[in-house]
């Protein structure tokens, strides 16, 4: 009888488990960019696998219509749990066979960002509540927390103002997705599967094992209707521009960016509108002294002032801005999945598996209305 392949028996183990997608590439071809060299994680590697788990549609037409945000929210989180599930079961299957493998993070895995900062996280929790504290006016601040809270804003703020706005990922698992056949770079920037659109997550086993790889996708599912661009609340897309990158000999065509502190202002939930006031993100917050962001590279520092702000404001802003850094530092894969709470994706979640289907989600987000300050 023929033996069955180590590759399919890691693909049937993938899609056995839950995943949508599953491809395998070899380390080499995706290894000249600094964020996607798989052996700054596992030195010696040959191979990586990629998995993808599709969204629920349903789940995320309620979303974009903001009918119900938690379903999308738990959905996130769920996915993210199963894609680090799909990955521990090839990591273990690997290593039975002798094999080195490494399970990555799905996101929020950054090589620019000391984890070992769990005090940076804990330090800014304890400003947070006596900021609560503080304005609370039942409550009198004892002379000691007086002085504490004194001491840590002088501490945290000032290094908060200094927050890289490049992160550089251990391994982009979107590179990992092109160079494995799972999908390609879409004009947004996501990865464009053919099955599902953009409505995918993606995590990565990287492996010393040398597998027979897949092919790139011929042809690029993204079909240039730019309804992802038109759908950017927080004004990342550069207008009527691209720009040309290379994955694994692959040239993908896509949107020119601004500086990416658009993106980080609206989709880490800072403020729920930028550019379009006739819909929000499901974020409640909106900027206090300006309309819009900066048209300049002062962007930067306006965003950067904005972690500052949000604890200084105490209550949800700051709860919220504590989110994004506990995330950054220590990542969230480990979190339960119902604490998951995206409050924009719109570029993603609208590139749906269908031309009909981004249509009508593209007018679910535009007639969605406002979520209340
Ligand atoms: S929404 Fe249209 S242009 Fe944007 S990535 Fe999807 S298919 Fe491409
Ligand atoms: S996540 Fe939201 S703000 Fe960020 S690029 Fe996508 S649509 Fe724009």
């Known amino acids: 009888m023929r033996e069955i392949l180590i590759e399919d028996q890691i693909k049937k183990i993938a899609l056995d488990e839950g995943a949508s997608l599953v491809g395998i590439c070899s380390a080499d071809s995706i290894k000249e960019k600094e964020f996607s060299d798989p052996n700054y994680l596992l030195p010696g590697a040959q191979s990586v696998v990629g998995i993808a788990v599709k969204f629920d549609d349903e789940?995320?037409?309620?979303?974009?219509?903001?009918?119900?945000?938690?379903?999308?929210?738990?959905?996130?989180?769920?996915?993210?749990?199963?894609?680090?599930?799909?990955?521990?079961?090839?990591?273990?299957?690997?290593?039975?066979?002798?094999?080195?493998?490494?399970?990555?993070?799905?996101?929020?895995?950054?090589?620019?960002i000391n984890k070992k900062s769990k005090i940076i996280v804990d330090s800014i929790r304890a400003l947070i509540a006596l900021i609560n504290k503080e304005k609370d006016e039942n409550i009198e601040l004892t002379k000691k927390e007086e002085k504490t809270l004194i001491m840590l804003k002088k501490l945290i703020l000032p290094g908060l103002r200094k927050t890289p706005m490049q992160l550089i990922p251990s391994l982009s698992h979107r590179c990992v997705a092109v160079a494995s056949g799972i999908g390609r770079v879409g004009w947004s920037g996501n990865i464009i599967t053919k099955e599902y659109g953009a409505r995918v997550l993606l995590n990565s086993i990287i492996t010393n094992a040398k597998l027979t790889p897949d092919k790139p996708m011929e042809n690029n599912p993204c079909v240039r209707c730019k309804i992802c661009e038109k759908s950017c609340q927080g004004g990342l897309f550069a207008k009527d521009s691209e720009e040309t990158i290379n994955i694994a000999g692959v040239e993908e065509t896509i949107a020119k960016r601004n500086n990416y502190a658009y993106c980080i202002a609206v989709c880490s939930s800072m403020s729920g509108q930028n550019k379009f006031k006739e819909w929000s993100t499901w974020s409640p917050f909106r900027f206090d002294d300006i309309e819009r962001l900066p048209l300049d590279d002062s962007v930067i520092d306006y965003v950067k002032n904005m972690f500052v702000k949000g604890i200084e404001k105490g209550g949800e802003q700051a709860e919220n801005v504590l989110r994004l850094i506990e995330n950054t530092f220590l990542g969230r894969n480990d979190k339960p999945a119902e604490d998951f709470r995206p409050s924009c994706g719109f570029c993603q979640l609208v590139c749906g598996p269908t031309m009909q289907n981004k249509k009508e989600s593209y007018k679910l987000i535009v007639n969605s209305g406002c979520i209340e300050e």
């Open 59 to 112: 789940k995320v037409r309620k979303y974009l219509s903001k009918e119900e945000y938690l379903p999308l929210c738990y959905e996130e989180g769920h996915i993210t749990k199963k894609l680090k599930k799909i990955a521990e079961k090839i990591k273990v299957f690997l290593e039975d066979k002798g094999f080195k493998a490494f399970n990555c993070d799905c996101n929020y895995d950054y090589r620019n």
